[in-house]
Structures are given as C-alpha cells and as structure tokens.
Nanobody, 115 residues
Framework: QVQLVESGGGLVQPGGSLRLSCAAS????????VAWYRQAPGKQRELVAA???????NYAESVKGRFTISRDNANSTAYLQMNSLKPEDTAVYYC?????????WGQGTQVTVSS
C-alpha cells in the first residue's frame, strides 16, 4: 500500500511560483504513474498533469507552458512546479499514484493565488 503526503501549498500572488511535493511510501512508486489533480470550490476534480513510470508527461491545456511535473524515483517523490500562477489556479491539489487497478490519493494541499 502506498501512502502519499503532499506539501508546498500556500498563498502566492498572481504571477508567482510554487513547487508542490508528493512523498510516497511503499515499493511500487517507481513502477506507477503519478498525477496531480486539483479541485476548486464548487467544481469537479480535474487532472492537472501526469507522468508515467517511464517519464512521459501530459498536461491540462490550462497549465501547459506554466506547470512542470517531474519525479525522483530514488526518493519516491513527485513534484509539480507551478509558474506564472493565476487566480484561477486556486484549488486543493491532490497527488495520485496508480498502477493497474491500484490507486492511492494524498490528503491534498491548498494553493491560493490572490493579491
């Protein structure tokens, strides 16, 4: 079983940057896909970015060119570098690790973009 702990959220001004981290326990991290999702108040959870076990990435259109997902398999940690943040990026961000039928979620970290 994989346990995930997100960190790095906070309050940032528009145009600013944050880096989210997702630290995983368990042995499957290196073989699993990792994704970041977000959920804003009153909205459905949406996929922000994902990275496969081989490092292939994909992004939501709304964050392309601004966000970068990466992973460090040696330390079982995934990251989401967020630049040029906008107020509409405000949400709770969740990390997800999945392999086959197995899926695990973190508790979420709040990101607020406001002046």
């Amino acid at each position: 079983q994989v346990q995930l702990v997100e960190s790095g959220g906070g309050l940032v001004q528009p145009g600013g940057s944050l880096r989210l981290s997702c630290a995983a326990s368990g042995s499957i991290f290196s073989f699993a896909a990792v994704a970041w999702y977000r959920q804003a108040p009153g909205k459905q959870r949406e996929l922000v970015a994902a990275i496969t076990s081989l490092g292939r990435t994909n992004y939501a259109e709304s964050v392309k060119g601004r966000f970068t997902i990466s992973r460090d398999n040696a330390n079982s940690t995934a990251y989401l570098q967020m630049n040029s943040l906008k107020p509409e990026d405000t949400a709770v961000y969740y990390c997800n690790v999945a392999r086959g039928s197995y899926s695990s979620w973190g508790q979420g970290t709040q990101v607020t973009v406001s002046s």
